[in-house]
């Protein structure tokens, strides 16, 4: 099988304020910024033992790579164990388990002052960051963020790999509607063109993060994530600038999730299979 047409994100080493401004958040284009955590206590602290040690007690949300199904809520958690089970887990084997978009910082403060917010341009939200862990060769399938944010993504602790779209390849990508993903079907490592074949026609990006690296991440933009090794990730965001893109995540977070939810109650497998469905004929539409 062929592979997609993805391009190697630019790297930097260090960026100023200015230029990131100007040459990637203007142009919204990713870039990798390898050396922007250098001095942070995290820096030399961060790896999955120093969490266990702070965090081993704590009681997380674990996700797997299971099909979406109409019993499942919105993001619900598919299982729940201690910080310590997991981390012990990670480094033993291969795990499809993940945590997603965790508050550890709200649990365990002590991490809030291993970390300093970014001064590059962006308006950060302010909020406490979110933590997301995954074991070796564990995927985050392709979606975007409802929030259309613009993403300053940290790597810790081994390496990640991430392969990224803008929303102007959404048509190809085989979106399911009423939702944030593509069809999950889709090996987006070893694609099938017969069975897929607008995916020819979509361009991306990709890269590998090591320990300490920051990928920024545009607004809106599609990500697919594989943990090539066990490891840890922390996100940091700003709003969309791009009034449709701000229309757009008003609109997923206060009429999108809420009208998916009550169709799955309703309806159950046959609204996902629906989607499914749809998201096929839709994308086949474009090609």
Same mark, same amino acid.
């Given at each position: 099988?062929?592979?997609?047409?993805?391009?190697?994100?630019?790297?930097?080493?260090?960026?100023?304020?200015?230029?990131?401004?100007?040459? +990637?958040?203007?142009?919204?284009?990713?870039?990798?910024? /390898?050396?922007?955590?250098?001095?942070?206590?995290?820096?030399?602290?961060? $790896?999955?033992?120093? *969490?266990?040690?702070?965090?081993?007690? #704590?009681?997380?949300?674990?996700?797997?790579?299971?099909?979406?199904? +109409?019993? @499942?809520?919105?993001?619900?958690?598919?299982?729940?164990?201690?910080?310590?089970?997991?981390? $012990?887990?990670?480094?033993? !084997?291969?795990?499809?388990?993940?945590?997603?978009?965790?508050?550890?910082?709200? /649990?365990?403060?002590?991490?809030?002052?291993?970390?300093?917010?970014?001064?590059?341009?962006? #308006?950060?939200?302010?909020?406490?960051?979110?933590?997301?862990?995954?074991?070796?060769?564990?995927?985050?399938?392709?979606?975007? @963020?409802?929030?259309?944010?613009?993403?300053?993504?940290?790597?810790?602790?081994?390496?990640?790999?991430? *392969?990224?779209?803008?929303?102007?390849?959404?048509?190809?990508? +085989? #979106? *399911?509607?009423?939702?944030?993903?593509?069809?999950? $079907?889709?090996?987006? /490592?070893?694609?099938?063109?017969?069975?897929?074949?607008?995916? #020819?026609?979509?361009?991306?990006?990709?890269?590998?993060?090591?320990?300490?690296?920051?990928?920024?991440?545009? /607004?809106?933009?599609?990500?697919?994530?594989?943990?090539?090794?066990?490891?840890?990730?922390?996100?940091?965001?700003?709003?969309?600038?791009?009034? !449709?893109?701000?229309?757009?995540?008003? +609109?997923?977070?206060?009429?999108?999730?809420?009208? $998916?939810?009550?169709?799955?109650?309703?309806?159950?497998?046959?609204?996902?299979?629906?989607?499914?469905?749809?998201?096929?004929?839709?994308?086949?539409?474009?090609?």
């Amino acid at each position: 099988m062929s592979s997609l047409h993805l391009t190697e994100i630019e790297r930097v080493e260090t960026i100023s304020k200015e230029d990131f401004y100007t040459n +990637y958040v203007k142009k919204q284009k990713p870039v990798v910024i /390898e050396k922007m955590t250098k001095d942070w206590p995290a820096y030399s602290k961060w $790896d999955l033992e120093y *969490i266990k040690s702070l965090a081993g007690d #704590k009681t997380v949300p674990l996700y797997d790579d299971r099909p979406v199904s +109409y019993k @499942d809520g919105f993001n619900q958690a598919h299982a729940k164990m201690k910080m310590s089970e997991y981390i $012990d887990l990670l480094q033993s !084997k291969p795990t499809n388990y993940r945590i997603f978009l965790y508050n550890l910082m709200k /649990e365990v403060p002590l991490l809030q002052n291993d970390f300093r917010w970014p001064k590059i341009g962006l #308006k950060l939200i302010k909020q406490l960051p979110m933590l997301f862990f995954g074991g070796e060769n564990s995927k985050v399938f392709m979606h975007f @963020d409802i929030d259309y944010s613009n993403i300053l993504h940290f790597h810790f602790h081994g390496k990640k790999q991430c *392969i990224l779209f803008s929303q102007e390849s959404t048509p190809y990508l +085989y #979106k *399911i509607p009423h939702s944030l993903i593509s069809r999950e $079907d889709i090996d987006f /490592e070893n694609p099938d063109f017969e069975k897929f074949p607008a995916l #020819k026609k979509a361009k991306g990006y990709i890269c590998n993060l090591k320990h300490g690296e920051m990928l920024y991440m545009p /607004e809106g933009y599609w990500h697919y994530m594989k943990y090539v090794t066990p490891g840890f990730s922390m996100s940091l965001r700003a709003l969309p600038k791009k009034p !449709k893109h701000l229309i757009k995540a008003v +609109y997923n977070v206060l009429i999108m999730r809420h009208f $998916d939810n009550f169709m799955r109650k309703r309806k159950g497998q046959v609204w996902i299979d629906y989607k499914n469905e749809k998201a096929m004929s839709n994308t086949n539409k474009s090609i």
